[in-house]
């Protein structure tokens, strides 16, 4: 895969996540977006991982309101995120076992 089409990918992928998040913690979504946007290559990974934790913070306030409907789509998004880095390789073995473990 070319760094371009990752970074279009990652880029929907956090679309989404901005798009669901509505007011909840704003200024992380907005400020991922705009990183991918200046990034080099070697950066993307930093970003998805910052993502995952951004969603699962999303995923928990949902459910702490009761608000299933939210947590469903917003760990759906997640697992998306979690599937892109994987499939990527920018997700160290590491990493991916830390991501289980909160989930």
Not at 11 to 35: I, K, M, N, Y
Request: with cysteine; charged share 25%.
């Amino acid at each position: 895969m070319t760094t371009q089409y990752l970074i279009g990918d990652l880029s929907v992928l956090l679309a989404r996540l901005q798009a669901e998040d509505g007011d909840q913690l704003g200024a992380p979504t907005v400020s991922l977006r705009h990183r991918l946007e200046t990034l080099l290559p070697d950066e993307l990974a930093p970003v998805v991982i910052r993502a995952l934790a951004v969603v699962d913070r999303m995923c928990w306030k949902s459910l702490t309101r009761g608000d299933t409907d939210a947590f469903v789509r917003q760990a759906a998004i997640g697992a998306d995120l979690a599937e892109f880095g994987e499939c990527a390789g920018l997700l160290a073995e590491d990493e991916r076992r830390q991501q289980e473990a909160r989930q």
